[in-house]
């Protein structure tokens, strides 16, 4: 990645989270990024996979998840401070992003017991179920123990309620079935287990992963992919939909599947080029034995 681009796309990041409470426009983002406004859209798309209006909405979410479970101050509160004059607009978009209404999400603590898988939209057909998808999730040594969230997204975003998502116990071979006919994103992220779950990159260890698009044709498809689990770094967008409650009190989390990768059938669906470098440098073997 070109470093003045980088350092770019860097200013307005830090910008936004400086600025969240702010009427933030296109015009001002592209002012801190140092380039024309058709220009910067485009080369932040390139770097975070999302929209510069998409991730502010996104980090405006994630800091009134923050605000929620760490402050008494009132939704509409919470909702002026993160950059929204209507406090109506502002529920139904955390709603839809996080999965819970905002109250629900402070009565809970930030954490859901589970759900179930939504069917998300992907086009026609879409409700056309029946695909599996499968794989191993890889992470090296270094990443902390905690349970692993796994789901099927319409676009790059950890929001809403997946197409289809399993939980393991530890990096290893997962399986998404019943998978709708279109095109998603596979995104997993590690899910803390003593730790308060709406906390920004930085104040914590975080740690996600993704995959290219995956393309669902039929609903009797099997397909593989791995993914790679890493630390968030300043580019990914924060994970919004609540986190599935897997602390000691909780109930338990799926058992990984056992199988070696080699005796998963189907065709490739996409591989990851950081699962690649993983598999190369000989990690990914290491990382889940």
Not at 61 to 79: E, R
Not at 128 to 137: K, L, T
Not at 197 to 223: F, K, Q
């Amino acid at each position: 990645m070109d470093a003045g681009i980088e350092k770019a796309v860097i200013r307005v990041i830090e910008s936004m989270r400086e600025n969240l409470g702010d009427e933030l426009t296109m015009d001002d983002l592209a002012r801190t990024a140092r380039f024309s406004k058709f220009h910067f859209s485009r080369i932040f798309q390139r770097v975070t996979g999302i929209t510069p209006g998409r991730f502010l909405s996104a980090l405006r979410l994630q800091k009134a998840k923050q605000l929620l479970v760490s402050t008494d101050l009132n939704v509409t509160d919470i909702s002026h401070r993160v950059g929204y004059t209507s406090v109506g607009t502002f529920s139904t978009r955390f709603s839809s992003s996080v999965g819970i209404s905002p109250a629900t999400y402070r009565r809970l603590g930030g954490y859901v017991p589970a759900f179930a898988p939504q069917v998300a939209q992907a086009g026609d057909g879409a409700s056309r179920a029946g695909a599996v998808v499968r794989g191993r999730v890889l992470a090296a040594p270094t990443v902390p123990s905690g349970a692993i969230f796994i789901g099927l997204f319409p676009d790059r975003l950890h929001q809403g309620r997946p197409a289809a998502h399993a939980l393991l116990r530890q990096p290893g071979p997962y399986v998404l079935r019943d998978v709708p006919l279109g095109t998603w994103h596979l995104l997993v992220h590690l899910v803390p287990g003593n730790h308060p779950p709406a906390v920004m990159p930085g104040e914590m260890p975080s740690y996600v992963g993704r995959t290219d698009p995956i393309i669902i044709r039929s609903p009797h498809e099997l397909c593989t992919t791995d993914v790679l689990l890493r630390p968030m770094h300043l580019f990914d967008p924060p994970v919004l939909l609540a986190m599935i409650d897997v602390r000691p009190t909780a109930p338990g989390v799926a058992a990984a599947e056992s199988g070696s990768v080699a005796k998963i059938n189907g065709a490739p669906c996409g591989s990851s080029p950081e699962a690649t470098f993983v598999h190369r440098r000989g990690v990914a073997d290491r990382a889940w034995r």
